[in-house]
């Protein structure tokens, strides 16, 4: 009964404890050097990291974004298929607007004069035959070009496979020309049009700056070093900033990546945001995985002849795709992340104690002395049950 009625008491007497801060001041060089060190590091941190580096007196906002492109240039090829051809801008840019894209053909595969007719299946598809027991009537596969007949016929002298119902004669497999055909496209240019708003701050902007006048827009073609602000690129050059080879590049296609970063410290005049352009190949070019490599399509271009028969010239386009992403963040000075910062960078130097003192109790040679001088206790219980007569 009277070990319950003890263990009530203690619990009783715990749930009405309250502690309180007790300031000590140890004179020492050691403890002295730790606890300046160990704020001034506190401080660096909230001074040079939080509010230099990374502005936490700073309100954010991302970047909302439009892209348009407009691709020039001429290119003349001269093939035993085509003769002398020029290819002006509605020839090589396919389809002529895309979101946030752009398409140069660079190099293509010509079958011309294809009508829907009767021809051999390609020997590539695997469908071979010795008679027409081999071929199956109206069998689709997608390995194949058309419709079979049920019927084996001659590919080659030697070679026989199943007759087809497709648009005949059938694609030429083989490899896109080395050097490629367009070429000429390096030389081609693009202006790239981007306009830019953060909308938490009201803020407009777009890459062709206000100093930026019609006169030297007709003329300037970007350079990092002297004409760093104009839109106007040359596709040589972005391939050649991301560390490729354009004519190597344009022989099976592939995917380049531009990049415009618009990071606005508006608490700055307006003329400090500014983009900034870097360029990379972002499709696969390991030299031990490359099955597949490049970029192409097909595509048709379809006439009448002079029976009023339907016939296409089907084009195997390869070419470089040049997707334009953009990115951004800005930033303006506002009160509430400020005190918050402030407030946080406050709590850290309160730990600061928290670790000194922890130091102290556990490598100091007089711990014993400074824990009789940190920690004491009053039983006001005590106290009252001693003043009672």
């Not at 391939?239 to 592939?254: L, P, W």
């Not at 002849?305 to 470089?320: A, P, W």
Request: glycine fraction near 6%.
């Amino acid at each position: 009964m009277m070990k319950q009625r003890s263990f009530c008491t203690s619990l009783w007497q715990c749930y009405f404890e309250y502690s309180t801060p007790k300031i000590l001041v140890i004179r020492s060089f050691k403890v002295g050097t730790l606890n300046r060190f160990t704020q001034a590091l506190v401080i660096a941190y909230i001074i040079g990291y939080v509010c230099v580096l990374k502005k936490g007196y700073q309100d954010t906002d991302t970047v909302l974004s439009s892209v348009t492109t407009k691709v020039k240039g001429i290119a003349l090829t001269n093939t035993s298929d085509l003769g002398l051809r020029i290819w002006d801008v509605a020839d090589y840019v396919i389809p002529p607007q895309e979101e946030n894209s752009f398409f140069v053909l660079t190099n293509l595969i010509i079958t011309l004069n294809q009508t829907q007719s009767r021809c051999p299946e390609s020997n590539s598809t695997g469908f071979y035959c010795t008679s027409d027991r081999d071929c199956r009537v109206g069998l689709r596969d997608t390995r194949g070009n058309g419709v079979q007949t049920g019927k084996c016929v001659n590919y080659s002298a030697d070679v026989k496979t199943c007759e087809v119902w497709a648009w005949c004669p059938l694609e030429m497999d083989a490899e896109p020309p080395v050097p490629p055909m367009l070429g000429d496209a390096e030389n081609f240019t693009v202006l790239i049009k981007n306009s830019i708003r953060y909308p938490k701050f009201n803020f407009n902007k777009r890459n062709i700056l206000p100093h930026v006048n019609t006169s030297y827009l007709e003329h300037c073609v970007f350079n990092r070093i002297t004409d760093p602000d104009c839109p106007i690129f040359r596709l040589k050059d972005m391939v050649t900033e991301a560390e490729e080879d354009f004519q190597t590049m344009a022989v099976h296609g592939g995917v380049m990546g531009v990049q415009i970063s618009w990071e606005c410290n508006l608490d700055m005049p307006s003329s400090w945001c500014v983009p900034k352009y870097t360029f990379r190949r972002l499709d696969n070019k390991d030299p031990v995985n490359n099955v597949a490599p490049g970029y192409n399509f097909r595509f048709a271009k379809y006439y009448k002849n002079g029976d009023n028969q339907e016939t296409r010239t089907l084009i195997k386009g390869f070419g470089i795709r040049f997707d334009v992403m953009v990115f951004g963040q800005a930033g303006k000075f506002n009160i509430v992340p400020t005190l918050v910062n402030i407030g946080a960078g406050l709590a850290l130097l309160g730990l600061v104690t928290v670790v000194c003192d922890w130091i102290v109790l556990t490598c100091m040679t007089k711990k014993n002395l400074y824990m009789e001088q940190k920690y004491s206790y009053v039983d006001d219980f005590q106290l009252l049950s001693s003043e009672t007569p």
